[in-house]
């Protein structure tokens, strides 16, 4: 399987990806995606990944930059296609792609979202506390756990179908720099497992996720 990574920060999800024992054998990271310069970018470099930017900034309307993304993501499945899949794989999986949204911090489009299959992972067990302060929302409401989803994305913000959840006890002194790192933890061998899945042969159904192992 064909994996585009799209990151915007530190890139740790990506890095457990990277290092991941599978990577290279049942699925392959493609290229990685930013939509600014980040430390992400260059743990792919490091890594001999390709990498490819396409900020906001440089478009004058959203919808426009979505397509740029959309496109861009194109690019890297197809500039991949003479991977030889079948020998990756062992010849047992077909060859698919994903794309995987990895502390990617923008809302993706009609066009991205219609044009791939983009999962998503969550530093919070939804549906609640969505959006981007996850863990300072959890914190603040007093929860005593919380955790991380991996879910598909759609249209809305964190809304789509859960694939997996990953609960996290929440420690009387707790900060939200704490607790965002042990949910990164998690966060981490939840993404590794689901990628897997789907390389792996996990599908999507509309909102069903199916997992035939
Ligand atoms: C993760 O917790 C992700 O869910 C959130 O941002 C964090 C990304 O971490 N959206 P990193 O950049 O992979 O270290």
């Known amino acids: 399987m064909q994996v585009v990574v799209l990151v915007s920060g530190s890139g740790s999800l990506l ?4 290092d991941d024992d599978a990577h ?15 430390t992400g970018l260059e743990r ?11 900020e906001t900034r ?23 296609d003479d991977l030889d899949l079948a020998a990756l794989t062992g010849g047992d999986v077909a060859a698919r792609q994903l794309v995987v949204s990895a502390g990617f911090m923008k809302i993706l489009g009609a066009q991205t979202l219609s044009r791939h299959t983009v999962i998503n992972t969550h530093p ?15 914190l603040a409401h007093g929860v005593k756990v919380t955790g991380t989803t991996c879910h598909v994305v759609d249209a809305g ?31 981490r061998t939840m993404l590794v497992d689901v990628v897997r ?6 599908s999507i ?9």
Request: net charge negative; with cysteine; proline share 4%.
């Open 24 to 38: 290279g054998k049942v699925y392959e990271i493609v290229a990685v995606g930013a939509d600014r310069e980040c």
């Open 197 to 202: 899945g789907f390389a792996r042969g996990w």
């Open 15 to 18: 890095q457990a990806l990277i």
């Open 124 to 138: 919070a067990l939804l549906p609640s506390f969505p959006g981007a302060h996850g863990v300072r929302d959890a």
């Open 58 to 80: 440089h478009f004058p309307e959203r919808s426009q930059w979505d397509t740029a993304l959309a496109d861009a993501i194109e690019r890297a499945f197809s500039d991949a």
């Open 157 to 187: 913000v964190d809304t789509g179908p859960i694939i997996d959840q990953r609960v996290v006890d929440v420690r009387a002194d707790d900060d939200e720099e704490s607790l965002h790192e042990r949910i990164k933890v998690e966060e």
């Open 205 to 213: 159904n509309g909102r069903t996720v199916s997992i035939n192992e």
């Open 44 to 54: 792919a470099t490091l890594a001999g990944i390709p990498t490819f930017t396409v």
